[in-house]
């Protein structure tokens, strides 16, 4: 009874504390798509994201007395961006009108495509381009004026926003926000002490456990990785004679935290620390390994590729260690029978297609009898004159093409399709398909697999050159990709294109299949990648090479099209049709 008496009573306080309108209430989600294409019609930047910001402490706010007593009043969604992204509110719901809730929305972003704020310019900036916004766009006028006001009729500690011009000084971040302005990007807390990098940051076997946190956080990175937890003040009886048998750390519980994407949401601020679950319980031995084991060989020693960086607007040379690695002892395999059906769909659909023949006709011999002709011929009262072409024959046209397949094997194709199938599986049955195609069309093509750990390891996978014949040791490279850590797409394009220019044929073609856009742990997460890869397309183009983007990301458009332009991707809703839509795309690609 007392929990529910307390329940009750925190519902009650805290909505009386608040100001706001729940049933009134606008959410990001449902209006991200419509935001993001005005913010491109106004100029945005199309490399910039959308998401919701995390909350932002006031702590010398004045707050009245159920305000204190609820324990709400501290902290606000303050609308921000930096040169990554957008950040607005999850919700809204100051005013009364649900539509002026869903307007605001859009009056921050127009606000966001046309500001540049810090913490010393906030007035003078956000006043500057209210100015602007309601001088250009008059459908912003009775909006800005009936909800402006509406905010200063519930805070009366706003009023002087009123009589403030662009030269007035104050510390606005202290006081109440206004809901209209947008303020300076949130600042990350500087780390304690920098951690080690020589392996990734996440752990392969659980990053499928959780969902993903989709709003930054304040981090703070300490050093746990102490020999000595705590103080022991007695000595249990034999608890030496244990210790010197087993080094186990029970200290922690290492079970994996169902809630910690709940719990994530409502921490200010998320502390990070060295010490892996459950390391010292972890058993260590060596194995002898045979000889004829599967084993990875650098192909040739490391070598270089610039990098651009927009931000310097010039190449960084020699940026990116490329690893070219070779997969030996490879077990060669037929052609799975859970794949022979598609295929053989695939390659009548080729036939029918006759992309690789030309019908030559009135042959006097040939593969066959073209039954107009031969009519005519039987019907003819001359026959003895007449001559008897009627065969026909069907000619192989060589097709003047060199296909480079490049996959991305991030640490994402790890994810799970459903509890049996994984990403990566369906990007290697793709695989296996395509090439039954392009060998059934006895096309000239190559295929490559990539994935990188920051700009020292790039390492850039060979499954088959331009020189191999398609075979079962080339399916069973296939089969052995396994995915890797990250995705940077520029660095591995490049790559390619040096292998591609190096094909004479007239028609040259790159075809990527990736799962997700550009990113690493470093500063290549985010528009440094973006812009990084853009580069990298153009200079693809300018070599007269066609690239080509296959990817199952759903929220490709946002930033394939600035990538790729509108016909260079295509954006696959079911990774499962992978193998069968593949072939396809490339028939039509290919098929003038």
């Known amino acids: 009874m007392e929990e529910y008496i307390g329940k009750v009573w925190d519902k009650y306080i805290t909505k009386k504390a608040r100001k706001n309108f729940e049933e009134q209430t606008v959410f990001f989600e449902d209006n991200k798509k419509a935001l993001r294409i005005f913010y491109h019609l106004l100029g945005g930047d199309k490399t910039k994201e959308l998401y919701i910001t995390d909350k932002r402490s006031i702590l010398k706010k004045r707050r009245t007395l159920s305000e204190k007593v609820s ?27 649900e539509k002026s809730n869903q307007l605001l929305y859009f009056w921050l972003i127009a606000m966001m495509s046309n500001i540049d704020v810090n913490k010393k310019n906030i007035i003078s900036s956000n006043i500057k381009t209210t100015k602007y916004l309601l001088s250009k766009y008059e459908g912003f006028q009775d909006f800005y004026h009936n909800c402006s006001n509406e905010i200063f009729e519930q805070y009366e500690e706003l009023e002087f926003i009123k009589e403030l011009d662009e030269n007035s000084s104050k510390n606005i971040l202290e006081i109440q926000p206004f809901y209209m302005w947008i303020y300076p990007a949130l600042k990350m ?13 996440r752990n392969k ?101 610039d990098e651009w ?72 009262k001359n026959k003895n004159l007449d001559k008897q072409n009627f065969f026909e024959s069907f000619q192989k046209n060589t097709r003047d093409m060199s296909t480079l397949i490049l996959a991305d094997t991030s640490l994402s194709t790890e994810a799970g399709i459903s509890s049996e199938l994984r990403v990566i599986d369906m990007i290697k049955d793709g695989l296996i398909v395509f090439s039954e195609a392009l060998e059934r069309l006895q096309d000239n093509f190559s295929i490559y697999a990539f994935s990188s750990l920051k700009n020292k390891d790039v390492k850039f996978h060979l499954i088959k050159n331009f ?9 069973g490279r296939i089969d052995y990709i396994k995915p890797g850590y990250y995705t940077r797409l520029g660095a591995a394009i490049r790559q390619s294109t040096k292998i591609l220019e190096t094909q004479k044929t007239k028609n040259r073609l790159l075809l990527i299949i990736s799962d997700g856009k550009p990113n690493d742990v470093d500063k290549y997460d985010g528009r440094y990648g973006i812009e990084d890869t853009k580069k990298a397309i153009n200079e693809v183009k300018a070599k007269g090479i066609v690239p080509f983007c296959i990817t199952i990301d759903l929220e490709a458009k946002s930033y394939l099209t600035y990538l790729f332009g509108k016909n260079g991707f295509t954006v696959i809703r079911n990774v499962k049709k992978l193998p069968k ?3 396809e795309i490339y028939m039509n690609l290919t098929k003038d």
Request: net charge negative; proline share 4%.
């Open 71 to 97: 324990g709400v009043g501290k902290e606000f969604y303050l609308p921000w961006q930096d040169e990554e992204a957008l950040y607005l509110p999850p919700s809204i719901s100051y005013f009364k009108d």
């Open 189 to 201: 807390k500087k780390t304690i002490e920098k951690f080690e990098e020589d392996e990734p940051y």
């Open 205 to 305: 076997e659980q990053k499928d456990k959780t969902e993903t946190l989709f709003m930054k956080k304040k981090v703070e990175k300490i050093d746990d990785k102490s020999k000595t937890d705590g103080l022991l003040v007695f000595l249990p009886e034999g608890l030496m004679s244990i210790l010197e048998r087993v080094n186990v750390d029970r200290s922690e519980d290492d079970s994996f935290d169902e809630n910690a994407l709940f719990n994530a949401q409502d921490l200010d601020e998320i502390t990070i620390g060295r010490k892996k679950a459950n390391l010292n319980a972890r058993i260590k031995m060596d194995l002898d390994i045979e000889n004829d084991a599967i084993e990875e060989y650098p192909i040739k020693s490391n070598f270089s590729l």
């Open 309 to 380: 960086d927009y931000k310097k607007q010039k190449y960084l040379e020699n940026f990116v260690n490329i690893n070219p690695i070779f997969t030996k002892n490879i077990k060669a395999i037929k052609l799975p029978t859970r794949l022979k059906k598609i295929t053989n769909q695939v390659q009548h659909e080729l036939d029918l297609m006759q992309l690789d023949k030309i019908k030559r006709s009135n042959l006097d011999c040939g593969d066959e009898i073209n039954l107009n002709t031969w009519i005519d011929y039987k019907s003819s």
């Open 467 to 475: 020189q191999e014949k398609y075979n079962d040791t080339i399916r």
């Open 581 to 583: 839509i593949l072939p």
